[in-house]
């Protein structure tokens, strides 16, 4: 099952990755028509004890650093976050300070239940990830996690998407948790932060406020790179849900809809 598909770096035009369940990474060199199992991951030492999230044992989270083209980073439920430094040979878990309430040993070196990562537009050594036991940032490439729940009206959530230019910038959906998976509160509301997530604003106008029972999957959020930034949102009852203005207004763009796995933009130039 393939859970994202990710390209290169820029000057890499036919080389594509792709993340699937369970956990294992592809690359394509000739632009997908063939594709060649990472094996430095399905060997790792600690694959034997992998665990299934509620969704499977997926990789659903490829992040390549666009500066350091031999650095590559995963999301995998229910394992965390690796990292490589050579391009996909070897991976090292990445997972300090993050925590794993549904196990007994609350901070292990893997088990953690990453539900999607991005890196910063700006600064590489910045990422940040929506968790299942809440919304983390790192400074120094993944080494260290802090978590930057505190003013969000849950830390559980699963869509992330960062800002294409400002750094420290980027949205949320959070959810009521992982037994009743709607909007917090009954309050569908995409919440942005500009300073890495020491504070929150909510982006509500124009969004259900009262009573919704919404919710997202992990790729339903993104951005877009025009000069006001655009961020989109699908849901998993099929509605669309724009705003051309950073968060600030939204319309709806589509409803009735099959349920809205992966929302993702382009921009076409002549």
Known sequence: MVWHVAPGHS?????????????????????????KLNE???????????????????????VIDSPNQRRIYLGISAVGVLKSEDEGESWVLKNRNVRADFLPTKHPEFGQCVHKLVIDAANTECLYQQNHCGVYRSEDGAENWSEISKGLPSGFGFPMASHPRKSRTFF????????????????????GTSNGGKSWTKHGQG???????????????????????????????????????EGKMWRVLAQWLPPIYSVSTATLTE
């Open 11 to 35: 000057n890499e035009s036919e080389v594509v990755y792709s993340g699937v369940a369970p956990a294992a990474l592809f690359r394509s060199d000739d632009g997908g028509s063939s594709w």
């Open 40 to 62: 430095g991951l399905n060997s790792h030492p600690t694959r034997p004890e992998w665990q299934p999230g509620a969704g499977g044992l997926c990789l659903h989270s490829i």
């Open 172 to 191: 949320v959906v959070p959810e009521e948790g992982d037994f009743f998976r709607v909007a917090a509160n009954r309050e569908f509301v995409v919440y």
């Open 207 to 245: 969004l259900p406020s009262k009573d919704a029972f919404l919710g997202c999957y992990r790729e339903g959020l993104a951005t877009d790179w025009l000069d006001r930034v655009g961020i989109y949102v699908g849901t998993r009852t099929g509605q669309l849900l724009s705003s051309v203005n």
